[in-house]
Every structure is written in structure tokens, then in C-alpha cells.
């Protein structure tokens, strides 16, 4: 195999200069211009003139204000040319529109943006393709959405399980694959992330440099922030879309394949068409995708349980923190009181005769009589439970012979296999193979029909009958009430 590029062999080296070569002045400026450019470009299907790239950042300064562009004007005036190597072009002293142009001079030399010029003389700004993969990574931490699990392994079981016509095995196996390798990265990566909501909970530092600021900051971390994250997404894959629901079908599948070399070399031959590998290389993605579907879905249980343990460390340090900050912060309940107590007395000196309205009022519980329920009362012991004797009735022995044949003829009613089996065999008449349309049709009439029918199919492949049951593609087939899906009976 081909050892991997390393990234910055590709991207031009004054790539990230751009952003680290002010003291923090620009950078913000910077980052939200990409953002707006990438925004037009992504579903652009023309390309981006240059008119309309200086347009969208004169409209960024304008909506900044003067702050903005004061910002960009000092950063650039203090900036001399050539002096991170990225070929900086001379500092703009002129109106929104000049700031702009330089601005682009600038994305454009770093090579964030290219240029490419018509026949008619039209220049296009262009989005290299690093620069669309960074920028969407950049968007997705500036949106903090949280992840989403819900349906991503009911899609994998359906791809899997579901073998209509036109199924691709190749095809279904790649979109599982992906889709098993989501589910598994996000909740490692949630896994992981917990920790730094549990340490910015404990962090001893104010409120804007992320740590715990006070009860409102745990409040708001708790339910606007953590609670996003876990989502209810994560609920979902807890309950409605577990893994428990689809695990065991999806691995039966891929082991029944795997043993399969006929099915093996069909879809290394499908992906080796589609991916244009060799069936050597195509044969070796195949069984790595269903070893890694397997494995992973095999180890997911670890991994939720870790999740689950995380997130009651990280409740119970929320809770604790805010008892803390509601308690113990500004000193014992002793402090709180004294407070109080020279609080009422400043009012009381102040003429005040009454208390504040925001103040709560007293409460005092209230006062009960002693009774004789108030004092101590020893234990006392129950007296020992004597049941009374059971007396069974003596039946006379005509009684119990009408009660025995009275059962029996119910045991007979009742359809067993060996009926089951008897009344299948009447319609083989000595073929092997049954088809559901050669079955006669008063046979299922009425609700004692329906009930012969539901028994005949769900006894299908019983050890104690001497036939199987194969389903068959095709449109339903109606039997009596009720339509069915196609179905042929195997003498065995």
C-alpha cells in the first residue's frame, strides 16, 4: 500500500500565515469573509466575478461598521510587505471598496482563493478544493450542531436485509459500511467530548474565558449547551433506533456472505467495475467492510455504557457545582444568616417598617397536640397466621366421566401438527412442490378457513410436519379473507 501525503506537502505553505500573521486583529474578519465566500460559492454553478466577491465583503465591512474597518486599517498599516512570506501587498489608506480589494489581494496571495480570467477578459475568483474541504470543517465548528445518529443503522439493516430486484450487493455494502463508520466516529467523538463539558464545569475561571462563572453559566452550559450535545439524537439511538434492534440481523447477513464465495465474487466483481480495481483489490475491500461492520457493531455495547457513565459523572459534578455555588460559595449558612440579619437591621434603621415585596415571607409549620400517637410506642408482634383448611370437594364418578369426555372432545378440536399435517396432505396429491395458486380455494373460505390458513403458514418448517414453507417474489395472492404473500409448500 502507498504511504499517505502529508497535507502540507499539498497546500501552499502561506496557507495558514494568513490567519496567524496579526496579533488576533484579523483573524475574526478573515475567517467570517471565507465563511461569506464560501457561502456563495458552494452552490454557485457559474463561478464567482470578481465584482460580486468585492461586493459581498464591502458588504461585510459595511454591516462591521467603523470598528471593522479601523481594525483592518490599523492591522494594515502596521503590516510591511513580504513580512510573513506571503507575498503581502501594500496596505490600503482609502474607502470600504479599496479595503476591500486589498483584502482580496491578500486571500488570493495566500492562496485561500485563485483567480482565473475568461476569453472575454472576465476574471472568476475560484475555491480550490482543500479550500472548500477547510471551510466546511471551519462551518461546522462555527454551527455546533450535534451529531446525527437517528436512522443511520436502520438504513445499514435495510441496505443488508432488504434483497429486492435490482440489488447491488457492492453498492449495499459500501453505503452500510459508511453508515456504521458515522455511527461509530460520532459516538467516539462524543464520547470523548464529554470530558471537556465535565472540566468546564469544574474550571476555577470566569464565566468568558468558558469556565463556571456562576449557578446562571452551569445553568445555561447544562441545558443550551451539553444538552445539545448529547441531543436528542442520542436518545433516539438509545431507544426507537438501538443497536440491539438491527445488530443481529445485519451480522447474520454479513456471515452467511462471508462463507459465500459465490456471492464473494460476485460483488468483488461489481465493486471492481464500480471503484475500477482489480478483483484481487476489490475481493480484499469487501471482506474489510463486512469485518469492520461486524466488529464494530459487536463493540458498541462498551462503548454506550462508557458514554452513559460519562454523562452521570458529568450530572452529578453539574449538580454538585451548583450546590456549591448556591451553598458554599460565599460562605456557610451561619454567613448567609448574619447577612440577613444586618440586612433587616439597615432597613430597620433606615425607618422602614415593613419588609421588602420581594422578600419572602415566614413560614412556620404547624404546631400539633401531642397525642397518644406522639409518644414511643414499643413494637408489637402479630399473632401467627393460621390458615384455614382447604376442603375439596368429592365429585361424583358420573360427573367426572362427563368432565373427561368433555375434554377430550376439546383436545380434539384443537389443531395440532399432526392435523395440520393431514389436512396439507390431501392437496399434495403425490407432487412434491405445492404452489399457494394450486391450493382450492374453498378450502380457506370463513373464519374457520382463515384459521386453517394461519396455522398451515405458521407451522411451515415445523419439526413435527413433513413439509416447508418457501416465500416467493410476486404480487399477493388473495385465500379466502385475507391476501398473502406468495408462497409454494415442499414435501419433505
Same mark, same amino acid.
Given at each position: ?149 437517528? &436512522? ?6 435495510? @441496505? /443488508?436485509?432488504? #434483497? ?5 450487493? !457492492? *453498492?449495499?455494502? %459500501? ?34 474565558? &468558558? ?6 453559566? @452551569? /445553568?445555561?452550559? #447544562? ?5 445539545? !450535545? *448529547?441531543?436528542? %439524537? ?42 475500477? @480495481?482489480?478483483?484481487? #483489490? ?211
Amino acid at each position: 500500500m502507498a504511504p499517505l501525503t502529508n497535507p502540507f506537502d499539498i497546500l501552499p505553505a502561506s496557507l495558514f500565515n494568513l490567519l496567524g500573521s496579526q496579533a488576533g486583529e484579523l483573524q475574526p474578519h478573515y475567517m467570517a469573509i471565507l465563511l461569506r465566500i464560501y457561502g456563495l460559492a458552494e452552490f454557485n454553478r457559474f463561478g464567482l466575478t470578481r465584482e460580486m466577491v468585492l461586493a459581498e465583503i464591502v458588504d461585510y465591512l459595511n454591516s462591521e461598521g467603523a470598528a471593522g474597518v479601523d481594525a483592518l486599517a490599523r492591522a494594515a498599516q502596521e503590516e510591511t510587505p513580504d513580512e510573513d512570506g506571503d507575498g503581502a501587498t501594500p496596505a490600503p489608506s482609502g474607502d470600504a471598496q479599496e479595503h476591500a480589494s486589498w483584502i482580496l489581494r491578500r486571500l488570493v496571495a495566500s492562496g485561500w482563493l485563485e483567480r482565473e480570467q475568461q476569453a472575454d477578459y472576465t476574471e472568476l475568483i475560484i475555491l480550490p478544493d482543500y479550500a472548500f474541504t477547510l471551510l466546511e470543517a471551519f462551518r461546522t465548528i462555527q454551527e455546533q450542531k450535534p451529531r446525527e445518529y437517528t &436512522g443511520q443503522l436502520y438504513a445499514a439493516h435495510q @441496505l /443488508l436485509t432488504h #434483497q429486492g430486484e435490482g440489488f447491488s450487493p !457492492a *453498492l449495499a455494502l %459500501t453505503q452500510a459500511y459508511e453508515n456504521v463508520r458515522q455511527v461509530v466516529r460520532g459516538l467516539n467523538e462524543l464520547n470523548q467530548n464529554i470530558r471537556r463539558y465535565t472540566e468546564r464545569v469544574t474550571r476555577p475561571c470566569p464565566p468568558h474565558a &468558558g469556565g463556571s462563572g456562576g449557578v446562571a453559566e @452551569l /445553568l445555561r452550559l #447544562q441545558y443550551d449547551d451539553y444538552a445539545q !450535545a *448529547l441531543g436528542p %439524537t442520542y436518545h433516539a439511538l438509545k431507544t426507537s433506533d438501538h443497536v440491539s434492534r438491527y445488530r443481529r440481523d445485519i451480522v447474520a447477513h454479513l456471515q452467511e456472505w462471508q462463507l459465500d464465495s459465490t456471492w464473494l465474487d460476485g460483488a468483488a466483481a461489481e465493486l471492481s467495475t464500480q471503484g475500477r @480495481l482489480s478483483p484481487a #483489490q476489490a475481493a480484499g475491500e469487501i471482506n474489510h467492510f463486512m469485518r469492520f461492520i461486524v466488529n464494530q457493531l459487536e463493540s458498541l455495547d462498551p462503548l454506550l455504557g462508557e458514554i452513559d457513565r460519562r454523562h452521570a459523572q458529568y450530572l452529578r459534578t453539574s449538580l454538585r457545582q451548583i450546590r456549591y455555588q448556591l451553598v458554599g460559595a460565599d460562605g456557610g449558612f451561619k454567613d448567609r444568616l448574619a447577612l440577613l440579619a444586618r440586612g433587616l437591621a439597615d432597613l430597620q434603621t433606615a425607618g422602614e417598617g415593613f419588609q421588602p415585596d420581594e422578600m419572602p415571607a415566614f413560614q412556620a409549620a404547624p404546631v400539633r397536640e401531642p397525642d397518644a400517637n406522639s409518644l414511643y410506642t414499643p413494637p408489637r408482634y402479630r399473632a401467627p397466621f393460621a390458615p384455614q383448611p382447604v376442603i375439596a370437594a368429592v365429585l361424583d364418578p358420573s360427573d367426572v366421566l362427563a368432565l373427561r369426555a368433555v375434554t377430550l372432545q376439546e383436545m380434539g378440536l384443537a389443531i395440532t401438527p399432526a392435523r395440520i399435517q393431514r389436512f396439507v396432505g390431501q392437496f399434495f396429491n403425490g407432487h412434491r412442490i405445492l404452489h399457494v395458486q394450486d391450493l382450492p380455494p374453498d378450502a380457506f373460505e370463513g373464519e374457520e378457513g382463515l384459521s386453517w390458513l394461519i396455522y398451515t403458514i405458521a407451522y411451515g418448517n415445523h419439526p413435527e410436519v413433513n413439509y416447508g414453507l418457501e416465500p416467493l417474489p410476486g404480487e399477493p395472492v388473495t385465500l379466502g379473507l385475507v391476501q398473502v404473500r406468495p408462497f409454494q409448500l415442499v414435501k419433505r
